[in-house]
């Protein structure tokens, strides 16, 4: 597949994804032992177009998608995990934190020049 045309898109978009282990007291949903989040990123502007979660209840899930649609990768992670922390309290609260921040650290990574091959 191309990256220019991902989801119907001109601009060259890039999924990155973060996951995290939920906690030993909460029972796995749909099977999953694991948080696991992909964001569809546009590479130009580090927007993120597209927000899709497993492992979470639905209105996580939903939570998520209003914290992180529309929302530009480089404000960086912080202000999306305070968010977390005000709006959503439950024993799966530090899982979500963690594959947002798993995910956001792909990105900064992705941003960084190749070192190997001098910058």
């Known amino acids: 597949m191309d990256s220019r045309t991902l989801h119907g898109h001109e601009d060259r978009h890039v999924i990155l994804a973060g996951t995290a282990r939920l906690p030993s007291q ?3 949903l749909n099977g999953s032992v694991v948080v696991h989040l992909e964001l ?3 590479e130009s502007d580090g927007t993120i177009a597209r927000v ?3 492992g ?3 209105l996580a899930a939903e939570l998520l998608y209003s914290l992180l649609v529309g929302r530009s990768m480089r ?3 912080d202000p999306v ?3 977390i922390r005000e709006h959503y309290r439950g024993p799966t609260q530090r899982a979500l934190a963690a594959a947002v921040h798993n995910a956001f650290a792909a990105y900064e990574e992705r941003q960084r020049p190749d070192e190997a091959g001098g910058g």
Do not use: Y
């Open 26 to 28: 909460v029972a796995p």
């Open 40 to 42: 569809e990123v546009n």
């Open 52 to 54: 899709g979660v497993t």
């Open 56 to 58: 979470v209840p639905p």
């Open 75 to 77: 404000a960086g992670v």
């Open 81 to 83: 995990i305070q968010q």
